[in-house]
């Protein structure tokens, strides 16, 4: 991807963990203000929706706003402990600024409450812009904000992609005309799909990897977790990966596949590859459009294909699949 030149990132659940930040906050005010607390599953579902619409969701129209957000902000201001960066988030912040990117950060947050987040994480410095809803009057999914950050930056659209784990992140970057990842350990887990981002991560250092990456499909999920997992376990930075596509049942022509990866390689282990992954029984999974499933059948045992163990359920989206043996180095 040598034509990005920008990130912009979303700050909760990509950068930062502010789970607690987030949820207790929440909790306090609605407590305080006496309304109903919902689970953290209802005020997950709405992170990223700035105020006063995230409360209007959770209380209700006629609430009291004012004293609600007074009551929240009030406690993220004593609390600013509760966020702290996902791992590895820091040190590929300074990668990429020592590659020369360009780096803003878009928040649907104020900044009373982001700045101090970002600047206690040590990370406030490596923005060239922090866009947040004081700044500007639209929020995600408007590309206003990002367009925003883009003209700080001196950045066109087309240089850019934008990172987060919300529909809101990934609306926002296609409205603004950007390139889009989703990464799949923040707030919002479900529904990846809806939008379809270009990418998905599941690691915050995988993004260096996708940009590092010539002609890397759009719509894949880069660097599944089985090869990774293959390469702790035995130390080799090798495996051979065999695919078979079938139909997603009652999805029509999307596609669901099942995967081995062992750390072996050569033609015997692409061929042993092959046979077995032909073997393998098509499994029941109902796959939702655009995406499918993939179950990741994952050798334990790094001489043989054949010992390949028990399948791992279902971890992750993917849009491309090959019928055919892979040889990764990675």
Request: glycine share 6%; with cysteine.
């Amino acid at each position: 991807m040598k034509d990005i030149t920008t990130i912009l990132f979303d700050i909760d659940g990509t950068i930062l963990d502010t789970r607690e930040f987030i949820f207790q906050a929440t909790e306090h005010a609605l407590k305080t203000c006496g309304y109903p607390v919902p689970d953290r599953g209802a005020i997950s579902s709405v992170v990223g929706i700035a105020f006063p619409e995230f409360y209007h969701i959770l209380a209700g129209k006629d609430a009291d706003m004012d004293k609600l957000v007074e009551a929240h902000r009030g406690f993220q201001l004593n609390n600013f402990g509760l966020s702290t960066p996902f791992s590895g988030s820091v040190e590929v912040l300074k990668k990429l600024k020592e590659k020369g990117y360009k780096i803003a950060a878009v928040t649907s947050r104020h900044k009373h409450t982001s700045h101090p987040t970002l600047i206690q994480s040590g990370i406030f410095d490596m923005f060239g812009a922090v866009i947040t809803t004081d700044m500007i009057k639209e929020t995600k999914p408007s590309p206003a904000p990002l367009l925003k950050a883009l003209e700080i930056l001196k950045e066109t659209p087309d240089k850019a992609i934008m990172v987060g784990d919300s529909h809101l992140d990934v609306e926002a970057g296609k409205n603004a005309g950007t390139r889009t990842v989703r990464v799949t350990y923040g707030f919002h887990k479900d529904n990846l799909h809806m939008p379809k981002p270009d990418f998905f991560i599941d690691d915050i250092n995988d993004l260096l990897k996708l940009l590092e990456t010539k002609n890397t499909p759009e719509g894949c999920f880069l660097f599944p977790n089985s090869l990774e997992r293959t390469r702790q376990r035995t130390g080799r930075n090798y495996a051979t990966v065999s695919f078979k596509p079938f139909a997603g049942r009652n999805f029509g022509t999307f596609f669901a596949a099942t995967l081995t990866c062992s750390p072996v390689f050569g033609l015997r282990a692409i061929r042993a590859a092959r046979a077995f992954t032909e073997k393998i029984p098509k499994p029941a999974i109902e796959t939702s459009p655009p995406f499918f499933k993939v179950w990741m059948i994952a050798s334990n045992n790094p001489s043989t294909i054949s010992s390949a163990c028990t399948f791992v359920p279902p971890s992750f989206p993917c849009t491309q699949s090959a019928n055919a043996c892979l040889f990764i180095d990675f």
